[in-house]
């Protein structure tokens, strides 16, 4: 066994977590990750309406009897989602976890704490992730500049910003970005987390509800493959490498405005590239460690595998230098 704190607060058998994920964070993998013991989360707005929240949560219900969560993103829009009535939809249906990001949670986590929700808050920065302590979440993951998605403005990499937070966070911590394997669960422990988060890992497994040819590319891909886009309008996405994130931060890089790349970087055409395969429809997430990346294993496999060779490097390797 492999168990932290982090197991016993909320209620799963490994530290080791798939967070939310746009358009991929639907029942079928969330159902795999819970049923092989770690805690999945369903993405709240990669349902249409709140309504299609409810029933997806209902669908991960009939395929696992064990704990899952939602991930709630707060994102600044000019249109942005009905984010309470999705919250109300996450308090109601009774599920034991949410996953925050994005954004301050502290306007949504009194309707958390009166509906017994526990709040696992996911920042890329160590007074981010003090703040939200100090608001009352429950759990830490703390997101470093390897990760897919948003790392935040500080680029600053795990192997420093991992310790630099267990420093001054004393609830459960899980670390999150460039994650992939045992070494990576066994460094996360070292550095003083309580286990790991997993985005892109995930997304190459057999339940990830996405198009074969996303999943052989993450294989194929090394970890130079990805781009930093919307650096210059300070909301920098970690995202594949293809033309067209490319091309997008060619564009920013040259003086352009978000109006100019707006079509490129559209939500639908990233869906597209999940659902229909073609690499480079649009833009779509994945974090350096696409790297070590080297197979498609189903979800049980692949924890089963971080979790039993954790065990022997600790065991084996680690104890070994003791002498
Ligand atoms: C395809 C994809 C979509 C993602 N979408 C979201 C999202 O909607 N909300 C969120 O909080 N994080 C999102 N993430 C970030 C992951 O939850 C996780 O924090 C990140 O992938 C960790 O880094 P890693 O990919 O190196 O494991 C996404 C990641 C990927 C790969």
Known sequence: MVRTRFCDVFGVAYPIVQGGMQWVGRAELTSAVANAGGLGFLTALTQPTPEDLAKEIARCREMTDRPFGVNLTILPSINPPPYAEYRDVIVESGVPVVETAGFNPAEHLPAFRAGGVKVLHKCTSVRHAVKAQELGVDGISIDGFECAGHPGEDDIPGLVLIPAAAEKITIPMIASGGFGDARGLVAALALGADGINMGTRFLATAEAPVHDNVKRQLVANTERDTELIFRPLRNTARVA???????????????????????????ARGRKVFEEGDLDLGIWSAGMVQGIITDVPTVAELIERIVTEARELIAGRLAGVLR
Do not use: M, T, W
């Not at 490498?241 to 939500?267: H, P, Q, Y």
């Open 241 to 267: 490498s293809n033309s067209v994130s490319r091309e997008v931060v060619g564009i920013l890089d040259r003086g352009g405005k978000f109006e100019d790349v707006r079509d490129l970087v559209a939500g």
